[in-house]
């Protein structure tokens, strides 16, 4: 019933940049803190950077000065520009949407393959 579907992923070299985005419905959208989530191969999924319904942003230390997280509400879209990729950047990218007050839940993406490499 409920979908994010990301889009936006792809293959470029370092010091490109791409734009993630990840759309919902909107009565999801509204109500929930969306973020964007990574997770590289043999490794843990990690934070990377998170809106709330009212606009307050948060960036993992990694992404700072490079990443931009923003929303379109009338789109109920979530976006991640990521510019000056590294290779580290390399991951499978997550949207999710949480709600903490009821009703509350937790949803995500399928996720979207970003490869920074030469």
């Known amino acids: 019933q409920v979908q994010l579907v990301e889009s936006g992923g792809g293959l470029v070299q370092p010091g490109e940049s791409l734009r993630l985005s990840c759309v919902t419905s909107?009565?999801?959208?509204?109500?929930?803190?969306m973020g964007w989530h990574r997770q590289a191969p043999g490794k843990e999924r990690e934070l990377v950077a998170t809106?709330?319904?009212?606009?307050?942003?948060y960036y993992a230390d990694f992404v700072k000065g490079r990443f931009t997280i923003s929303k379109d509400n009338a789109k109920n879209t979530v976006y991640l520009q990521m510019n000056s990729l590294k290779p580290d950047d390399t991951a499978v990218y997550y949207c999710?949407?949480?709600?903490?007050?009821?009703?509350?839940?937790?949803?995500w993406g399928q996720g979207t393959q970003v490869t920074v490499s030469s």
């Open positions: 999710n949407a949480r709600r903490m007050a009821n009703p509350r839940y937790d949803y």
């Open positions: 909107g009565s999801i959208f509204s109500l929930s803190d």
């Open positions: 809106i709330t319904s009212g606009g307050s942003t």
